[in-house]
Structures are given as structure tokens and as C-alpha cells.
T-cell receptor, first 111, second 118 residues
Framework: DGGITQSPKYLFRKEGQNVTLSCEQNLNHDAMYWYRQDPGQGLRLIYYSQIVNDFQKGDIAEGYSVSREKKESFPLTVTSAQKNPTAFYLC??????????FGSGTRLTVV | AQSVAQPEDQVNVAEGNPLTVKCTYSVSGNPYLFWYVQYPNRGLQFLLKYITGDNLVKGSYGFEAEFNKSQTSFHLKKPSALVSDSALYFCAVRAPFDRGSTLGRLYFGRGTQLTVWP
């Protein structure tokens, strides 16, 4: 079955450490997105990519970085510059005028 | 600019009663509208969408939504609520295709927590 896979499900980060969240899709979708979810704040867009080797900043890109070397993959790195990284991170993909297909999320906690 | 408002943070309803989760939107041009549901510690699941055509859209799990252009609303409804419908619901809007715009991006509301009690 086609889908979008995020890993790991839970991730713990020490102060000053960079961590990378994985997002892989086999839906042949062109566009991919990263969102951050905090309680009571809905979904906030971090980065998005419409084609391979191209991506744009969303609303809260500071402290994050991405790459899009393959159509199937859109990893997100949470850098040490992100001062409040504890959150639930959601990856999504889309094609054409359809809505998004979401992954099951990664919960990142600073320890 | 595109935006979505979900005026209620929480909706409580008894099992068997009808439910409504409200959504209003602002978008340039004809909107694409979506509803998603999220269960705890899970990703969002697609419920239904409106792009064009009949104003009443039917979706998964018995949910439906009514598009009202004059009121710029897209309220989610279900005739008879189930306890298993308890979850977080998100409304989203997408601008129509516009070359040079942030093509494909959805704008989400803040979410409405639906609780159905037995």
C-alpha cells in the first residue's frame, strides 16, 4: 500500500544537539511539507517543497533545515538554534488539487 | 491572504445527537476546502473535501459538510454522533491554482476538540 512514513515515532534531543526526522513517501507525490503541532496552536508550516532540489520556508523556519534530494524523501533537521523544539512534527505530501496525505508524526522531546 | 477560523475550541455532544463543528474561511477566488480528523498521537486523516459542484459534500464515517459561499462557511456535520467520533477536527482551505503562488499549500484552522459522551 502507498503511504507516507515518518520515523522515529519518538525522539529525544539533548541541549545543543541537532536531530533529523525522516519522512518518506511512495505515493509519487510532487509536494511535501513539514508542520509543527503544539497544543492549542494548530498546525504551523515549517518548510515545504514542490519539486526535487527546491524548497521554501514556511511560517516558522528558523532553527530548522531541510533537503529534497529525492522525490520520495524530505528529511527535517532540528538544529541547536531552535530554542523550543519540543513538539509533535507532522510530514505531509500532496499532488495536484488534492489535499494532503499525512504521516503518523514524530514526537520530539528535549531532555 | 488565505485563512481559516474555527470559532469553537471545544464541542461537546451526547451520543446519538447531531453534531456540528464550525468553520469559516477567507480566500481569494473559489476555495478548495477540506476537513481532517486527528486521534491522539496520530497524523491527520482526510474526511472530505469541496472543490466544486454540490454544496453538500459527503465524506468518511458518516460525516458531511455544507459549503455556503455567501457566509464563507464550511461546517462539518453528522446526524448521529458516536463516542468513537471524539477527536480533534481541523478545517483547511487552499487557494485555487495560481502560477507563482504558494501552490498546493493548505491553511489550517486551530482545531476543534470534539467530545461525544455516552
Amino acid at each position: 500500500d502507498g503511504g507516507i512514513t515518518q520515523s522515529p515515532k519518538y525522539l529525544f534531543r539533548k541541549e545543543g544537539q541537532n536531530v533529523t526526522l525522516s519522512c518518506e513517501q511512495n505515493l509519487n507525490h510532487d509536494a511535501m511539507y513539514w508542520y509543527r503541532q503544539d497544543p492549542g496552536q494548530g498546525l504551523r508550516l515549517i518548510y515545504y517543497s514542490q519539486i526535487v532540489n527546491d524548497f521554501q520556508k514556511g511560517d516558522i523556519a528558523e532553527g530548522y533545515s531541510v533537503s529534497r534530494e529525492k522525490k520520495e524523501s524530505f528529511p527535517l533537521t532540528v538544529t541547536s538554534a531552535q530554542k523550543n523544539p519540543t513538539a509533535f512534527y507532522l510530514c505531509a505530501s500532496s499532488k495536484g488539487s488534492n489535499g494532503y496525505t499525512f504521516g503518523s508524526g514524530t514526537r520530539l522531546t528535549v531532555v | 491572504a488565505q485563512s481559516v477560523a474555527q470559532p469553537e475550541d471545544q464541542v461537546n455532544v451526547a451520543e446519538g445527537n447531531p453534531l456540528t463543528v464550525k468553520c469559516t474561511y477567507s480566500v481569494s477566488g473559489n476555495p478548495y476546502l477540506f476537513w481532517y480528523v486527528q486521534y491522539p498521537n496520530r497524523g491527520l486523516q482526510f474526511l472530505l473535501k469541496y472543490i466544486t459542484g454540490d454544496n453538500l459534500v459527503k465524506g468518511s464515517y458518516g460525516f458531511e459538510a455544507e459549503f455556503n459561499k455567501s457566509q464563507t462557511s464550511f461546517h462539518l456535520k453528522k446526524p448521529s454522533a458516536l463516542v468513537s467520533d471524539s477527536a480533534l477536527y481541523f478545517c483547511a482551505v487552499r487557494a485555487p491554482f495560481d502560477r507563482g503562488s504558494t501552490l498546493g499549500r493548505l491553511y489550517f484552522g486551530r482545531g476543534t476538540q470534539l467530545t461525544v459522551w455516552p
